[in-house]
Structures are given as structure tokens and as C-alpha cells.
DNA sequence: GTCTATATCGAGATAGAC
DNA sequence: GTCTATCTCGATATAGAC
């Protein structure tokens, strides 16, 4: 809300990065937070004790617990379509502007598996992401609906690369593919490992993403 | 849970009954608001105002909150799961105990494809159960991690369906599979239909429900 | 900028009359 | 069984001292 806020880092010393320092703590925690419990489940009070601030900071550096939320939710989203963007790029490269269906999905896909390696600094990000697509608050279900323009560089690559396709068989498809990169959370894993009796582990996540392009492609070849 | 909520409609009023059709029109109002508002931005109070009773009828007839939410999934998925191994039961009588996959798969997708249909009476309860998969309480994810036991009726066909493959590789596509079914909310139909520009829709369920078992069935082949 | 103390509100649950 | 009125709690947000 105040000018400040948007110029923390970057400045020099003393009672600008003691700002930074303390944002940045509180976004940390919230993320971590709301990804493990969900949003509804976490008061401002537990996101203010993890972060090891007062009670107050919620308010004064992010507005609201809805405008923490969804400010989480903007840079995720940011920094994991600037993945994705990058590598369909470099796939358009590779394949003069028309890259095959496998190698869109996996520009689709890597980026969130990456995220979900067991040591990576985003796996928390991910989770947090896809509760907040079931979970979030009205106006991040409005941007989630409204605002398609990352997914539409994925659709019109994929409608290039299976001309012979109806348009609709192929966005059918791609959201068929998404349902299962969104399904990838915590809980679900543990049911699949409770049925397996063990056999599965999503701990390998190239395994993993192997496993999901292969079966999407096979899908997309149908 | 008492028979007397199994007969609730089709009687001549008296104290008995309208203690049913209380606790019914409190079970449907529930089902619905959780279904459309999710389960943490519907109170008691909305409850019991949409029901047209009083507000301590949720407590009187179900206990908690918490357990009319548990009353609810409890029933529904016993109702959907019951569906479903009929199907699965048939397909085995129709191919001596041992259907190939995509029999398996419409078993298993089916039901809940039907329910999703416009004029389908357990529309709205798909919804809820999808709902209740991710906001559920605490007591409804230990159930859907601890009870797999109608997914391993589904599980062990596909392994005999698919002996060349490994329990692993079954597992995994069964979980992909589960994911695509799981994506099926209102909110991803829309999403989906403003990317499409209006050139998708998920009114017609059986033309939904050939395209998953196609995808997914050239996903299992893969 | 930070913190404590508190205002304010909305929620679930319940007591007790009918 | 049903209803009204109310208890009690936990939450977000904020005022005001430092």
C-alpha cells in the first residue's frame, strides 16, 4: 500500500531492509503455511508465530490475510509461467516454430515437476499453488478464470503441431493433461503409495514426468 | 441413519416425518451451499436459512457441523462407489473375470460422468464430493487416505487386465487417470470454455466421458 | 517500523421456553 | 421436535504507546 513497500530490496541498510526482512518472513511463512494446512485453516496469528513477527504485520505490510494470499499466489504464478514461457521458446527454436506435441507438454509440465523435486526450493510453491486453484478467494478464482493468456501459447502450439484435430478434441485434451499435473498433491500421493502398499514414490520426479508425458502423449495421439 | 430418513417423502404428516423431512431438507440445502461455496464459506446459519428450519437443527439432527459434512460425503461416495462395482461387476461377468482395460476405466468413470450431467439429480453431490476430496476435514482426508478399498477392486483388474506391465506403471496410470476425473469442477469447465472461446462444453456427457476413456485408454496402451 | 492491547465481528453451539 | 435468544470463542483488523 505505501510507496515503500514496493521498493524494499535494492536499498540500502538500516530501516528499509528491517521492512524487507520482515516481509519477506511473513510471505515465507505464509506460503509454507497455507500450502501444508490450506487457507481457512491458518489464522493471521499462526502465519505471525511461525514467522517469529507481531501480529500486526500481516496488516501493515500486505493490506489483508486475502491480500497476503493472493499476493503469494501472483509472483508463484509469475515466476512458474516465466518457466514455462522460456521453454516452449527454446522448443520453438529447436523445431522451427513447430515443435511436437511431446515437446509442448513438456514445456508445459517440467517446470511444476521440477518444483515438486523433494529438494527444491519451490516445492512448497507448488502445493501452495495447487490448493489455491480449489481453495483460493473469489478474486483468485476470477484471475484463474479469467485470465488464460499463458495457457493460450500451450493451446495454440498444441492445435499447430495435430492439425488434423478438431479444436475442441484438443483443448479437451490439454485440460485432461492439466487435471493431472493439478492432482499432484501431497495427499493424493499418500493415497497412491497407501494403494500400492508402497510401490510408488513420487520422490523421482523425472520418473515422474517421464511417466505423465508419456501418458499425455499417448492421449494426444489417440 | 434412522430408517426413518430413508422414507421421508411420501407420507402423511406427523411428528416422525417431519422429523425426517427436517433433517433432509438440512442434508440437501448442506450438500448444495458446500457443493457451490465450498465448505469453509458456508455457515450453520446459510444452512438453515436456504433449508427454510431453524438454525439449531444442524446441531439437533447431526451434532456438528463437521459431522453433517461427514453425514454427507459418508453417503455419497457409498452411493457413487456402490455404482461403480456394479459396473466393474458386470464387465467381469461380460469377459470371464477379466475385462480388458477400457471396460475397467468405464467402470470406474462412469458413474460419476452421469452424475455430472445438467439434469443428473447428483449433479451437485459430484461436485461436493470433489469439494470434500480437497476442503474436507481433518476426519474426511484420514478416510480418503486410509479407505482404498474400492480402488484396489479397480487396481487389481487392471493389473490382471495388464500383466506385461508393472504394479508400479498401473499404479501410476491409475493415479493419472483419477486426476482427470478429479479436474472435473465447474470452475475448470469454465476455465476450459473461456480458453476454447466458447467451443467446449461439458453439458454433453457421454461425448465427455468417450473422449477421457479414449485419452486414457491410449494412456494406459502407451 | 514494531509491538501490545483491544475493538469488533461472525461463527458454532446450546439453554430453555413452547 | 422446534424455535428464539444467547453464550462463548476465535478470528481479522486496528489504535496507540514506544
Redesign the interface.
Known sequence: MSPSTEIAAGHEADAGETEAVTKNLVFTAAERLFALH?F?NVSVRDITAAAGVNLASVNYHFGSKDALLFDIFKRRTAELNRERAKMLHEANDRNEGAPPVREILAALLTPPLRWLAPDHERRISLQFLI?AR??GTDEI?TV???D?SH??RF?DALLKARPDLS???V??????T????????F??F???N???EG??SEADVVA?LE??L??????F??
Chains 1, 2 share one sequence.
Not at 483443448?171 to 485432461?176: A, I, K, N, Q, T
Not at 492439466?178 to 498433491?185: F, I, P, S
Request: net charge positive; aromatic share 8%.
Open positions: 490450506g481457512q490448493r480449489s481453495e478464482r484463474l478464470k479469467t488464460v495457457l493460450r493451446s479444436a475442441e478434441d483443448y479437451w485434451r490439454l485440460h485432461f492439466l487435471g493431472m499435473l493439478h492432482n499432484n498433491r495427499a493424493e499418500d493415497r497412491l497407501v494403494l500400492s510401490q510408488t515422474l511417466r505423465m508419456s501418458f499425455a502423449e499417448a492421449g495421439a489417440a
